[in-house]
């Protein structure tokens, strides 16, 4: 893409997040994004979630997530409770 001179954006590394193989990987395109100013959303942090492989990597990215004042919703804590519930299992 940067060789074509097309930037990426915040939907892209949303996409790439929620695409990644693993929470480390969907973590590093976070650190990423910060390094390269592109402005995360909810968006961003609800795919980080997904990714989570258990349920305290998913509570660290909703702490980060409102260290950084993006307000948490009902989608959020979908996913908190999906990473619970698996968790149990």
């Known amino acids: 893409m940067q060789k074509e001179n097309i930037n990426?954006?915040?939907?892209t590394y949303n996409s790439l997040i929620s695409k990644a193989?693993?929470?480390k990987t969907?973590?590093?395109l976070l650190e990423v994004m910060r390094s390269e100013n592109i402005q995360h959303?909810?968006?961003t942090y609800h795919s980080l979630i997904r990714k989570a492989t258990n349920y305290e990597d998913a509570i660290a990215s909703l702490k980060r997530m409102q260290k950084e004042?993006?307000?948490p919703n009902t989608l959020t804590y979908m996913y908190?409770?999906?990473?619970?519930?698996q968790?149990?299992?």
């Open 41 to 43: 959303n909810i968006g």
């Open 26 to 28: 969907a973590t590093n």
């Open 69 to 71: 004042n993006l307000r």
């Open 21 to 23: 193989d693993n929470y």
């Open 87 to 89: 968790q149990e299992e």
């Open 80 to 85: 908190i409770n999906t990473k619970t519930l």
């Open 8 to 11: 990426p954006n915040v939907r």
